[in-house]
């Protein structure tokens, strides 16, 4: 796979660039077996093979880091954002956290189209051999079936995963990466290939918001590359980009801190699909801490079974910390000021900022590449101190 994966992305032979590339497809099989049926199947061994995947992407990173190593600035930066990962790590017990920084630091002198494309790549070639697995029965395909109170029969089927969202959730962003890498070179015949391997897959999963958003991602891209692509590349777009990750945090995290039953905030959380409610179960067991702490993501309430946390910000904060979670959502909304000409990008970021509203994704890399996006967050902190140094000479002049 890997001598495959090289010859595709046409990848120097020797490059110590190529030891990120090899440590980021470590790391993203692992999380993206850790999440179908195989990982439940004592025979092949799984844990034993994720904690081998996940030291494999550790030491490969460290070695890449040491070898290239020079005392600057940003060496200062991110290694402040890597202790805040350890004190995350040790608080919420979950090793992930530590890998996922160090891979977004060590990303910062990678080409992004390269890591997208391995993504791309990584999650077709084991999300459709986990699907076809399950449809001819070598894993399961859990059914969830059911009919609504109106009488609507909704058919849900895990596909060979350990829920009947996760393979929705992974198509979401990887048609956010296909338009963004490829959107120069997709045909119409291409984009109506992606719209029925979206609708295939919502008609299997009845999962709506992933379905909605992709459906916008490919009709936007196909507006911007054959249409207009002035109505994606404007201010406007640019600023939604920007506003949406404090916004939708804000109204994940302060509207179910603030929220009771029969309130103001009601309808919101109708919309929301009960998301605030649900959320405020969660903070009255764990509240918040300032590094995060142990956490289940599932919540048993008496009279309403089992519930879970979706929204990826109020997830975050309880579970990675306040600290944690500002950084990731300045972050995020910093990362549309280096693809303010490229409309196909703000679009995709605009609509990842809303799908974390109500999904726990945004910094789940079996699902996503766009965290690595990250890694461009000094050289913009950068410029920014650059140009405010610039506009403060001229004033005084």
Same mark, same amino acid.
């Not at 910000?313 to 910093?334: E, K, M, N, P, Q």
């Given at each position: 796979?890997?001598?495959?994966?090289?010859? $595709?992305? @046409?990848?120097? !032979?020797?490059?110590?660039?190529?030891?990120?590339?090899?440590?980021?497809?470590?790391?993203?099989?692992?999380?993206?077996?850790?999440?179908?049926?195989?990982?439940?199947?004592?025979?092949?061994?799984?844990?034993?093979?994720?904690?081998?995947?996940?030291?494999?992407?550790?030491?490969?990173?460290?070695? @890449?880091?040491?070898?290239? +190593?020079?005392?600057?600035?940003?060496?200062?930066?991110?290694? !402040?954002?890597?202790?805040?990962?350890?004190?995350?790590?040790?608080?919420?017990?979950?090793?992930?956290? %530590?890998?996922?920084?160090?891979?977004?630091?060590?990303?910062?002198?990678?080409?992004?189209?390269?890591?997208?494309?391995?993504?791309?790549?990584?999650?077709?070639?084991?999300?459709?051999?986990?699907?076809?697995?399950?449809?001819?029965?070598?894993?399961?395909?859990?059914?969830? !079936?059911?009919?609504?109170?109106?009488?609507?029969?909704? !058919?849900? #089927?895990?596909? *060979? %995963?350990?829920?009947?969202?996760?393979?929705?959730?992974?198509? /979401?962003?990887?048609?956010?990466?296909?338009?963004?890498?490829?959107?120069?070179?997709?045909?119409?015949?291409?984009? %109506?290939?992606?719209?029925?391997?979206?609708?295939?897959?919502?008609?299997?999963?009845?999962?709506?918001?992933?379905?909605?958003?992709?459906?916008?991602?490919?009709?936007?891209?196909?507006?911007?590359?054959?249409? @207009?692509?002035?109505?994606?590349?404007?201010?406007?777009? +640019?600023?939604?980009?920007?506003?949406?990750?404090?916004?939708?945090?804000?109204?994940?995290? /302060? +509207?179910?801190? $603030?929220?009771?039953?029969?309130?103001?905030?009601?309808?919101?959380?109708?919309?929301?699909?009960?998301?605030?409610?649900?959320?405020?179960?969660?903070?009255?067991?764990?509240?918040?801490?300032?590094?995060?702490?142990?956490?289940?993501?599932? /919540?048993?309430?008496?009279?309403?079974?089992?519930?879970?946390?979706?929204?990826?910000?109020?997830?975050?904060?309880?579970?990675?910390?306040?600290?944690?979670?500002?950084?990731?959502?300045?972050? #995020?909304?910093?990362?549309?000021?280096?693809?303010?000409?490229?409309?196909?990008?703000? &679009?995709?970021?605009?609509?990842? *900022?809303?799908?974390?509203?109500?999904?726990?994704? &945004? /910094?789940? %890399? *079996?699902?996503?590449?766009?965290?690595?996006?990250?890694?461009?967050?000094?050289?913009?902190?950068?410029?920014? @101190?650059?140009?405010?140094?610039?506009?403060?000479?001229?004033?005084?002049?």
């Amino acid at each position: 796979m890997l001598v495959k994966l090289q010859r $595709i992305l @046409k990848l120097p !032979s020797g490059s110590k660039k190529n030891l990120f590339y090899f440590a980021y497809l470590a790391f993203l099989i692992r999380s993206i077996i850790g999440t179908t049926e195989f990982s439940t199947i004592p025979e092949l061994h799984m844990p034993l093979i994720t904690r081998v995947l996940y030291v494999i992407t550790v030491l490969l990173l460290l070695y @890449k880091e040491a070898s290239n +190593f020079k005392w600057q600035k940003e060496t200062l930066f991110w290694g !402040s954002i890597l202790l805040v990962s350890l004190l995350v790590t040790y608080q919420a017990k979950t090793i992930d956290i %530590f890998a996922s920084v160090l891979l977004i630091a060590s990303a910062r002198d990678q080409d992004i189209n390269v890591i997208f494309k391995i993504f791309i790549f990584t999650i077709v070639t084991i999300v459709s051999y986990t699907i076809l697995s399950s449809l001819i029965g070598i894993i399961p395909n859990g059914d969830f !079936s059911s009919v609504s109170s109106t009488g609507v029969f909704r !058919s849900r #089927f895990t596909l *060979g %995963f350990t829920w009947m969202t996760f393979s929705a959730q992974m198509l /979401f962003y990887t048609v956010a990466a296909i338009v963004i890498v490829y959107r120069n070179k997709l045909n119409m015949l291409s984009y %109506f290939l992606l719209l029925t391997v979206v609708y295939w897959i919502y008609a299997q999963t009845a999962t709506r918001n992933p379905f909605i958003l992709a459906t916008i991602l490919i009709v936007g891209a196909i507006i911007y590359q054959y249409v @207009k692509p002035e109505l994606l590349n404007n201010r406007f777009v +640019f600023w939604c980009a920007v506003l949406v990750y404090p916004a939708t945090a804000l109204v994940s995290i /302060f +509207f179910t801190a $603030i929220y009771h039953a029969g309130g103001a905030l009601e309808i919101l959380n109708k919309l929301l699909s009960e998301r605030l409610k649900f959320g405020q179960y969660f903070l009255h067991e764990y509240g918040f801490s300032l590094f995060g702490q142990k956490f289940d993501v599932t /919540f048993d309430v008496a009279g309403m079974g089992t519930i879970s946390l979706d929204s990826s910000y109020l997830r975050y904060a309880i579970c990675f910390g306040i600290v944690f979670t500002l950084l990731l959502i300045i972050g #995020f909304a910093i990362i549309p000021f280096n693809y303010a000409d490229n409309g196909v990008m703000l &679009l995709c970021l605009l609509a990842i *900022g809303i799908h974390s509203l109500v999904d726990p994704q &945004l /910094f789940a %890399f *079996g699902y996503t590449p766009f965290p690595l996006l990250l890694s461009q967050s000094y050289k913009l902190l950068a410029k920014f @101190k650059k140009r405010r140094r610039l506009v403060h000479t001229k004033l005084k002049d």
